[in-house]
């Protein structure tokens, strides 16, 4: 684990703050990647157990998201931060965020796989899939880039929300077509299209992640910018 | 305007500061309520100048919400604020956040406003058109709230999103057999649905602004508590 970054305080009590602080974010963000697993497979193979844990579960990810913001503002009014430590704090409270609302969107893939399960309808599972993997891997790799504290990776990982969004809309066109022949089903197909829907949102958490890691470590502000501005900044050595 | 909670500090200077900051979210709420008003109106008339200019502006939102969020993290490094002020800062920064987003989708309902222009389909404009004004109210209501340093009114406008959730529902429902009774339009329809649906979530930014808001006046995190809960914690008398 490195300590770096955090551990360089003459307050050993300060240190210890926010490394707990970093690993209940950790923690948090375990959750939710393994809520997102739970779900795909719940709507993949109809499994209402799991469907019903990943529902039961998302309060435990409001809870910490709770926890660890008064964590943050206690520190913030204790300790009274600047710099990379209040960086790190400002950015903490966006991140836990971010992981909250894809969280969210696990609530609802979950709610789909219940919708859908008595449901003769399916769509090719190989593609949906696919798409499931690809942002999984990115939230993955966003959480423990900020385990690592570095934003090397930032950069191959927001690359990767193009391909997200390609194969949104590859499947989006399918199921259009799908519901042009079967109108019976719309309904169905309208719930596939919301799962998708919330798949490619999860892509855009994770470069949000991203983007609040590079402010924290760089201290710039890279949200709203293009791939090729946010390379150039994570570049310039620090 | 009520300076009584910002204007109690030593230093005119902090003073001013906060101010400074306050009017400025006040600013950039105002320009999404505008940014709604004019994707609507581009949406309903079919006027393309007008959805150009919500895309346009959007990057004025964007640019707002990061000069807020730098001006905020100088304040807590240079400051160093407790309490009220210390929340009033942190709260700002979750605001700026749910405008930013409120602009997001005006301005995904502009792009709509485009798409849809050269397409005969049309949904009665009235229900949806009502549905905006309910949401737009809602986003009102919050900012005025903020201006106002109060959360008196946040009940009132949190109990409107069931409103807004049932006509979202029966437009959804409307356009469902819709696209059963005219499959060939089922894209054309898809459109009106995102429209639908970024309205719907205008709706939700707005409860979520009012949470802010009670946690900045109250101290009290209300986030995922049920709207009886949240009438509580507001009615205790301060």
Not at 83 to 107: P, S, W
Not at 125 to 149: P, W
Not at 217 to 232: A, F, N, Y
Request: charged share 30%; net charge negative; proline share 1%.
């Amino acid at each position: 684990m490195d300590n770096s970054k955090i551990g360089h305080h003459i307050s050993e009590q300060f240190n210890k703050e926010l490394e707990d602080i970093r690993n209940k974010v950790l923690v948090m963000g375990g959750l939710v990647e393994r809520q997102i697993e739970l779900a795909i497979e719940a709507y993949t193979t109809g499994n209402m157990e799991l469907a019903e844990q990943v529902i039961k579960q998302d309060n435990d990810v409001d809870l910490l998201e709770i926890a660890i913001d008064q964590e943050c503002t206690q520190i913030l009014a204790l300790r009274q931060p600047t710099a990379f430590d209040l960086r790190l704090l400002i950015a903490v409270i966006k991140i836990i965020h971010e992981i909250e609302r894809v969280g969210d969107k696990a609530e609802r893939i979950a709610e789909m796989a219940i919708q859908l399960a008595n449901s003769e309808i399916r769509i090719s599972h190989h593609e949906l899939e696919h798409m499931a993997q690809l942002v999984k891997g990115m939230m993955h790799d966003a959480l423990d880039s900020f385990a690592r504290m570095t934003v090397e990776d930032v950069p191959a990982i927001t690359a990767l929300d193009i391909n997200v969004d390609r194969e949104y809309d590859s499947i989006l066109r399918q199921l259009i077509t799908r519901m042009m022949e079967d109108p019976r089903n719309i309904t169905r197909t309208l719930d596939i299209l919301w799962t998708v829907r919330a798949l490619e949102r999860i892509g855009d958490h994770a470069c949000y992640i991203c983007e609040h890691l590079v402010y924290m470590i760089k201290g710039e502000d890279v949200r709203h910018l293009g791939q090729e501005e946010l390379e150039k900044i994570v570049k310039v050595s620090r």
